[in-house]
């Protein structure tokens, strides 16, 4: 008896998970609307929101879904180092040249966003003065070149990637005293970037830890 | 099963005694997680992210930080102060700018929308030019600018007839160059907006000696008696009044609230006496209370002479035969006239649905000459600083014959949509399908008909080609204010499509015509700061560049606030010669009558192509997404109708299908509707709903006797039962809080007590609850965030519902969803009707509004019941929810006392170009996700966040949370509890303050709940 219910019931898990794999393409469960029914069709129509990559200053990207959707964060291992459109060396610019982090990086010490420089403060050196020794070196700025003229931004791969479902201030980082190496190991000696650090919730704890700095939820969750 | 249970449990002790499995809960979900992350990677490619920068730097901005730009609100005349919040160069969030004396930076719900109207997916992105009419709607195909100027000159070249330029009330700065365009190209304007207080302005003429809708200060009167005039909702300058209003209600001795109405109006829910006469019947009351005030000697605003011909009037005007016409009871009339006799100073108003009848001077000019004989002119009314209205219903009428009658050759529309919100029995869509045919039997087209508009609505459906323009986020202008403030706007961010200025247009328009309309300016822009600077010249001792940058940061120029000026009031002898009778008759006897009003939801229709209005709660119905027809029970019972049924109104002009909203607080002999609802081209979010059509095609060809303006109000109309349910959705579907005592009174009796002397009553002893606690009592190291909610001052204007929608990316989820009470809304307004008993024993509504959002209880029932920890409590005081942590069971809203948590059953997806809208500052949710009112946590962050830079702690007043921020009567009060000397910590002590269900439940709010205060009638 006991042995035909639980054939029952796994028979009904089975359909059921059929069922629930045709109608709700496995991951994305998507609130469909028919035209006739059109009061709701607002969630039917258009594009996903935080769809923001298409305008210049995509900085944000707050997708909870796209995690989920992928059944996982983006590459969040230690030694992502994908490959950049621009062969940029931290190398060349900070080991040999020895400009500051925050030459570039400026917005670090003023905004949560450590924003990628504009492709302008580029343009400052290898607009007109800078062409670069190399046979690599000259391509790759003749590229940066082509996009500033093009009006397009350089599409950098992210290599720090945090989800999106919570925040992390650069400022209150850097005025409380991390230094950049902290996270992102030495840059300096990076030809191409590469991710160092985990970045995940535990790494970030034990070092909230260590200094005494809060470790409620809400000080990185819930907001962005 | 019985039997496996303790299977399993044998099996596991046996394992933990032999030492096989020692494995903690945390560790076995982490494997179990990892399990999950090694089958995923197997799955999919993890996505790689671009990271973009900005190719130039922008000067004033950071990446990640708020660029704030000042500007004006042009989504009614009233021109309220906005301030723009652009993340990234888009405009995320619209509020109030506190600079501005019209709003002192409170908002309403339909200026928070701006921002969708902005981004409103159907705008129109190009010029348009009209191909061919099909029957289902005109075909419209892409052009190109050049094209239409160069028809439009040809146009008017060629025209013999009237050139027409058909516009809503715009703003000062288009409305300027709108005036030279017009006299220097030969054009006539006529001017459409069924919002302006025509019928008011004209009145005042009569009385006061000046056309022009006077100025009020509510807050300086102690009696208030309204005759449906709804300046808590769309009348005039809603905000400003709505303030004023609440700043009457708070003072020492709280102003008294009469409404007159045969409908509970939001405003009228905010009375402490709400008459509900016969309508049009309420002409007679005004008439009595003149009467009264002659009797009781009240008449030392106006001169012996003018008080003798007045009390002609009210000769044999008697209580009985009063309360005989209108059906309100005689001891009723004579508390009003009591009230207002014993006033120091007072104020009468009329307006809205109450004076769109056929014949809406009478009652206006009764209640002129009361203010006049109460001595309130100067003190309550001001006659001096008018706003003039330049709409004109017998323009528009004269208009239409024109254009019928072929002499019109070029007809040009901006800012209005007559097609719609002119009633459809004038025939205006006929009329424009005949501008420019030429009269000589070819029906050659020689004319032409261009729209300018940024949204597709009606009217421009009917042109022949469409401009786009820029919607006023993305424009310049100015707003000259009655009183000498000018409001400017400016561009808060760079504009979306191929749209350009009306100012433009109207430039380039005149200059290919030859003329230059703008004086030395080429460009709107230099248009709107050199007019600016010369409005404003001598006002600063700064040199011009200086100023105008200063201006434009302050959001204007805005002069100190005068007060009241005086005036002396000149009575047009016309005024004793009218007929004071009873101005709505029905037909037949036993007609019900029309009734048709603006709401806070949809104004006159302009409001209904934005999703956040249309999914906002009225105030009064509770209802979503839609129209409805209001009736009394008695009228619904008589009729075979029930409670969201659909039916069928018709008038002898038209008819529409709506689900019936049966209450008793409508008039017997009415229908009330809402109208703005019923669009065919307004857009997917207008269209959508209740195709059952419009209000306005109930209406009569009639216009106003002696006033230019429209009869709305008392057309006969038949309802019979249409088919099935009428799909009326609505959030709250009981009235009564049953004496359970969520949204408290503080009643005042006798004639002045003081309303913050009184002790609480009976069931106010727990107004401060001690805590109790089984654990130990939390403590909060440094800040312990809470709020307050005067409900004394909360209107139910519903403006904190959009504006925390806005901040905080709440999806709209569509009236289905809605109906299945899947609403996602953080906050909402709850309405409750109770009656109370009177002081004479009798029986009197109250009706409370109350926003309810999470309490951030202290002793939250939600979080033990969370399985994963999702949502706890933290050392701020907040009951906090971490969304990826949630797994969705739902435990917690189950728990919850106050059901304000709302789950995500669906993954809600904004359309495009709506998505810019999201707040990048807060996290969209994804589909099984619980979330809820977070006390703006990131508001919370970012004030932190300033604070630290500035080495100091957070101080009150540096966290404004955004409901707290729009809410136009500041009945909404956030900070610190642990600051004894925080407003919100005075205010949770404040006598008046109770903790809603604390009592029960001890869950121990962090929100405090000022009791509401009425005068006991």
Redesign the interface.
Known sequence: MVTKIRLVIAGACVSALALFAVFSQWGSVTYTATAQDSASAYPALGVRAGVYNDGQAALWDFNITDHFRYFGPPPRLRGYSPEQPIKFSHVIHVQQNKMECQYCHWSVSKAAYAAIPEEETCMGCHGALVAGKSEQGKKDIQKLKDYYSRNEPIPWVKVHVVPDYLKFNHKRHVKAGVTCQECHGQIPEMEQVERVSSMKMGWCISCHRQRGASIDCLVCHGQR | MEGEIVQLNANRKSADKEGLVQISRRRFLQGLGAT??L???A???????????????VAEE????AVWYSSTCTECSAGCGIRVRT????AVKVEGNPNSPVNKGGLCALGQASLQSLYN?DRIRQPLKKTRTTPTGPIFEPTTWDEVYGKLQEALTNATNRKVLLTGELPSGYQDLAAAFTSQLGFSQVVWDPMQQVAVAKAAELVYGTYGVPTFAIDKAQVVVNFGADFLETWLNPVGYARQWADGRRAEKPLRFVHIEPRLSLTGANADLWLKPNLGSDVRIALFLIGQMIERGRTKGISDDTRNKLSQLTKGVTATEVEAQTGVSKEKLLLVAQYLAEAKASLVLAGGASTATADPLPLLVLTNLLNAMLGNVGKTVDIVVVDKPATSATQVAALIDDMQSGKVDVLITAGTNPQFSFPDAFGFQYAVNKVGIKGDGTGKKAGIVVALASQMDETAQLADYILPLHTSLEDWGYVAQPGGNVSLMQPSMRQIFDTKSLGDVLLTVAANAGKQIGGDSTTFDAFVKARYLAITAGKSTQDGETFWRASLEKGGYFASSAGVSAGTPSINPAVYAMSYGISVKPAHHGDLLLYPYPSVKAFDGRAANR?WMQELADPITQAV??AWAEMHPDTAKDLGIAMGDSVIVRTADGEVHVPAYVTEFVHKGIIAMPVGQGHSAYG??A???DQGGSVYSLLPKKIATGADTLAFTGSPVTVVRGLGSGDLVRVQEFNSQEGRELARTTFITGAGAHAHGEEHGEGYGEGHHEPKQMYTQREHPLYQWGMAVDLAACTGCSACVVACSAEN?I???????VAQGREMSWLRIERYFDSVETEDGGEELKVSFMPMMCQHCQNAPCEPVCPVYAT?H???G?N??????CVGTRYCSNNCSYKVRRFN????????????Q?N?????????IMEKC?FC??RI?EAK?IA??LGRLVEDGDVTPACVQTCPTQALTFGDLKDPNSRVSKLAKNERAYKVLDHHLNTQPSVSYLSDIRYKA
């Open positions: 999950t992350a089958g995923a990677a799955c999919a490619n993890p996505v790689e992210q671009n990271i973009l920068p900005n190719v130039k730097g950071i990446p990640g930080v993340r990234e160069g888009r997916p999703p997404w839609g997917r979010f269209n959508s709903i990316n999806p709209v989820v569509g009236k289905k969803v706890y933290n050392e701020e907040m906090a929810m971490v969304y990826n942590r059953w669906f993954q809600y997806e904004w359309p495009d170009l709506l998505s810019w999201v990048p500052d807060v996290p969209v949710r994804t589909v099984g977070s946590v990131q962050g966040d630290k830079d």
